[in-house]
Structure formats: C-alpha cells, structure tokens
C-alpha cells in the first residue's frame, strides 16, 4: 500500500525502494501477484515502452484467483501499454492483451469499469464500430455516476475516441482537479495535457499554454520526463518551434519505444502542412501516421489523409481515407464526428453537394465547441467558392476563419487565410498585440490565479514552486501590464479563461 501510494504521488524511487523492502519480507500468493502488478505498472509509467503490455498481463493473469477488479485494473493498463506502443510494438500485442482478457475468469461485465474493458477488447479485436456503442454506454455511466476521486485516464481517451467533446472537457477537468487534490503527481501532468489540447481544440491557446507550464512544473520538480502530448497539439497550429517539437517528440518517441507519441507527432506534421498549404509534405506525414496506426486510439489523421490527398489531386486515395474516416464517425454520432465527416466529405464533391456539407460542416463544429475544426471548414469553404468565381462569398468566409484563426494564436492556418484573402484582392488585417500576450505561459498562469483571489502560498502549492518565486514573477506581471497589485488584474485579464 506504501509502496503504490508513493508511485501515485509521483515518487518513483521512494516507490521502489519501498516495493524492495516488501520484497524481502514473506509474501502470500496474492500479496506476489499485487506487487508484479505495481511493478509493472511502474515500469509502464517510467518507460512506456513496448514490453510493457506483456507484463501487465502476466500480473493480470496471477492476480485472477485473488481480485478480479484489481486484474481488470491490469488488463486495462495492458491495452494502454499496446496502444502507446503502437507500431513499436510486436504486430500481435493488441491481439494478444484481447486474447488474455477473452480467456480470462472475472465475471460478467456489471460498472462502467468492466464495460471500459471489455467493449476496448471488442474495438481493438474486433472493429471500432461494434465496439462503440458498449463504450458509449459505459461512458454515459460514468459521467452518470458524477464521481468524487480519480479515474483511470482511460475515461479521457475514451471520450476523445468516441468524438465526444463534452465528456473530453469534463473528464479532463475533473481529472486534474481530483488529481491536485489527490497530490496525484504522476496523474497530474498527464491529465494537464490532455486538458490543454481540449482547450487547444477550443481555440484557447494562451489557456492551454498555462496548464502546460504547471506540468512543466510537476514534473521538474518530481525529476519525470517532460511530456510533450499536450504542445504537440500546440505545434500543428503553427506555434513557435513547431517543427523542433515535432522532429524531437518523433526522436523521443522512437526511443523509448512509445509509438503514440511519435504518431501524434506524425498526426501534428500532418495538420502543420495543411494549415502552411503544403498538402505534398502533409499527405507524406498523413499517409505515415494513418499506417503505423491503422487503428489508433483517439486519431484524427483520416481527416488531414483526406484533405491531403484531395489537394493533391489524389481522388481514389481522398474517397479511401474518407470511407475510413466514415466507419469511425458514423457510429460515434456526435456533432464533433459528423462535423468532421461532412468537412471531409466536401473535399470530395461538387456543386451543391460541396457546398451543402461545407455548411453542414461548420454548424456542427460550432455547436459543440470545437472552434479550430470550425475556422477550418470556414476556410475550407471559402477556397472552394474562391474557385468557383464567388469572390465576395469566399471572402466572407475567408474573413471569418483569418480572424479566428489569429484570435486564436494559429499562425499556420491565419496565414493561409491571409493568402486566400490577398488572392481575392482584400488585405488581411494586421491584429493588434495586446500587452497581455508579452507575459510569459507561466506569468500569465500566475497572473490568473493571483486574479482569482488566491494567495501567494496557494498559487505556490497548485503550481509547485515557493512563495518567493510567485512574488518574483508577480512583479514582472505588474510591470508588463502596466498595474500596481493584484487587485487591479481583473480589469486587465477580465476576458481571460480562469484556472482550471
């Protein structure tokens, strides 16, 4: 109990230490089998390489006689440890965790927890749309259940996989607040992340820059790895040193055997390219992602596959991905799904079926708050009735998506609406930096907090550094943006996102 205790706050050798001590005392059989699972799922989050998924299993399968929740807990971690390997791992592994789980002796699937499980089984083993709506379902009870404590991070993926934007920023939320309350620090930045490219999604790429830096923070401070999930999300708009980022998380991925995170580099050069209109250099990156990863969790790179390959005059290759696309969004069902879909399904047509799934497209996206998606389709949308002689409706859309796109901070995506804007004889307007924006990501994290009323002992604890340094950087705030103290930071910051 020490021993998982200190590896959930974050304290790998104090954990291992710990797990050695206990090794050398007597041990029952299940005392032997719950210590081969921490071990395990310590060596998962040190390494997350690809021999991880092997021995999460073989802890599963002596934890079976014992505590089939406990074993469930294994299984589960397993598909993890098969899915973050991804094309790095053995061709079979997923196959293999299935197998194991198939075989297994746990009961019938009753909570949400057993229903994750086995409907993961069905998508990965199976397809993704028989095992969708078992998914969907346990998703549903989840959120139904409103819970107190943490979750396993796969109700996250989950939610993103399953285009639910809703339980995506829900669940994201929640986990980071259980897991700050929780003194969670190896959940924590994990769930920072996947937070942040929620907000990313959302077009609040200052906001989620902050919660980068708090987990930048964590895991300085706990001596992990830096996380590079979250600025890869950062990356694909353009942001500064996109393609040092993405050329290093391949680099890294690579490495230490983590398929996933170089996929999700791959996926980022992949939409960097469309947004720059380099559709050559993305149907490159698109077409590599989508085969390491033919069945990749929580992937979006169908989308960038069909708008590469329609760019590029590659038809038959557009209408393939987008047929892939579709066996994926039609049994999800959602907003964010077929918003996606319709987008992709313009690329592909003509007439007023383009122009009719063009504005399908940008309704759905914008009711469920994906706004990047939105601006795209705008964007989209507006190249398509450039070509089509529609210079003052093109324009329009045009205009909207540039604004957005520089709202926003995507400096890949509002130049080539600027280009397409210029082409139609209107000059892109220049935005306006605002004093705000010099602050640094953890400036104007600190800055929010400060707003928000909490001390500088408070803001110290959530974000792991002294009270000292919050002063220290709480001068440069005041400085920056012109004020005396903190009282007067809501007039200035009074349209910013809060914390988390």
């Not at 050695?20 to 699972?37: K, M, N, S, V, Y």
């Not at 009961?107 to 057993?114: C, V």
């Not at 009711?367 to 389709?377: F, N």
């Not at 919050?470 to 005041?478: G, N, Q």
Request: overall charge negative; some cysteine; proline content about 3%.
């Amino acid at each position: 109990a020490a021993a998982r205790a200190a590896h959930a706050a974050g304290a790998a050798d104090a954990a291992l230490a710990l797990l050695q001590d206990a090794h050398a005392g007597p041990l029952d059989a299940r005392e032997q089998a719950e210590h081969r699972l921490l071990e395990a799922q310590m060596a998962f989050s040190s390494r997350r390489g690809p021999e991880a998924a092997a021995l999460l299993v073989a802890a599963a399968q002596r934890l079976e006689p014992f505590d089939a929740r406990l074993a469930r807990v294994g299984y589960l971690e397993a598909i993890w440890a098969a899915s973050f390997a991804g094309h790095l791992a053995h061709p079979s592994a997923t196959d293999d965790v299935a197998a194991a789980v198939r075989a297994a002796r746990m009961g019938a699937p009753r909570g949400p927890s057993e229903q994750l499980l086995d409907g993961l089984v069905t998508r990965f083993a199976d397809s993704y749309r028989a095992g969708a709506p078992m998914l969907q379902r346990a998703l549903r009870d989840v959120r139904r259940a409103e819970p107190d404590g943490l979750l396993d991070m796969a109700w996250v993926w989950l939610a993103v996989d399953l285009y639910d934007a809703g339980a995506w920023f829900e669940l994201a939320r929640h986990q980071v607040r259980a897991a700050r309350d929780a003194g969670a620090l190896t959940v924590l930045p994990l769930a920072l992340h996947t937070l942040a490219s929620r907000h990313v999604a959302a077009g609040e790429l200052e906001h989620a820059a902050t919660l980068l830096a708090e987990a930048d923070s964590i895991t300085a401070s706990t001596g992990n790895a830096r996380m590079s999930h979250g600025r890869l999300a950062l990356a694909a708009l353009g942001c500064d040193d996109a393609h040092t980022l993405i050329d290093s998380a391949i680099r890294t991925g690579t490495e230490r055997g983590e398929g996933v995170l170089a996929g999700l580099a791959e996926h980022a050069a992949a939409t960097l390219h469309n947004g720059l209109g380099q559709h050559e250099e993305a149907l490159r990156w698109a077409r590599r992602e989508v085969e390491h990863n033919p069945h990749a969790f929580y992937s979006t790179a169908l989308g960038e596959l069909v708008e590469a390959a329609a760019a590029c005059g590659d038809e038959t290759l557009a209408r393939r991905a987008l047929k892939a696309l579709c066996e994926r969004t039609q049994p999800s069902g959602t907003g964010w799904a077929l918003g996606v879909e319709a987008r992709a399904r313009a690329l592909v047509s003509d007439g007023d079926a383009a122009e009719s799934s063009y504005r399908e497209a940008i309704a759905l996206l914008d009711g469920c708050g994906m706004s990047v998606e939105r601006a795209r389709a705008q964007l989209l949308y507006g190249e398509w009735l450039g070509r089509a002689g529609r210079r003052s409706d093109a324009r329009e859309q045009l205009r909207a998506a540039h604004d957005s796109f520089t709202a926003m901070g995507a400096p890949a995506f509002a130049d080539r609406a600027a280009r397409g804007l210029r082409s139609g004889g209107e000059p892109a307007r220049r935005r306006v930096k605002r004093t705000r924006e010099d602050l640094t990501a953890q400036e104007a994290h600190i800055a929010r907090l400060a707003r928000d009323g909490l001390t500088n002992a408070q803001i110290g604890g959530q974000l792991f550094i002294s009270p000292r340094t919050v002063e220290y950087h709480l001068k440069k705030v005041f400085a920056k943006l012109g004020v005396a103290s903190r009282d007067q930071l809501g007039g200035v910051l009074a349209d910013e996102p809060g914390a988390a």
